[in-house]
């Protein structure tokens, strides 16, 4: 069963940082692309960063470039994602996904099979 954890969700003001992580499981790890998309109310869900299967490719939704920093360690099965300069507009629920094959380059739509239950990251303005 695949299972995907995210953790590291809270609050902090504008301007500061906050590291999420997502714990993945039941699942071949490098066989998946596997990506972080956001939901804040009311607005549709958000791709945030993606990586490849096999670690080489990276993608950065626009309005997170340069501030977002996504990692994966394969041997423990975890990505993460470092927020930097964060803004009251990031707030929102953020959620680990996966999908099957992607090897060199990953998706930000609907091609993702499993998900995490979310974390909520508040920004204070």
């Known amino acids: 069963e695949v299972q995907l954890v995210e953790s590291g969700g809270g609050l902090v003001q504008a301007g500061g940082s906050l590291r999420l992580s997502c714990a993945a499981s039941g699942f071949t790890f490098n066989d998946y692309a596997i990506a972080w998309f956001r939901q804040a109310p009311g607005k549709e869900r958000e791709g945030v960063s993606c990586?490849?299967?096999?670690?080489?490719?990276?993608f950065y939704g626009h309005s997170v470039q340069g501030r977002f920093t996504m990692s994966s360690d394969s041997p423990r099965k975890t990505v993460s994602l470092q927020m930097n300069n964060l803004k009251p507009e990031d707030t929102a629920v953020y959620y680990c996904?996966?999908?099957?094959?992607?090897?060199?380059?990953?998706?930000?739509?609907?091609?993702?099979?499993?998900w995490g239950q979310g974390t909520q990251v508040t920004v204070t303005s």
């Open positions: 990586l490849s299967s096999s670690g080489t490719g990276a």
């Open positions: 996904t996966v999908a099957v094959g992607y090897y060199y380059n990953c998706p930000l739509g609907t091609e993702y099979d499993y």
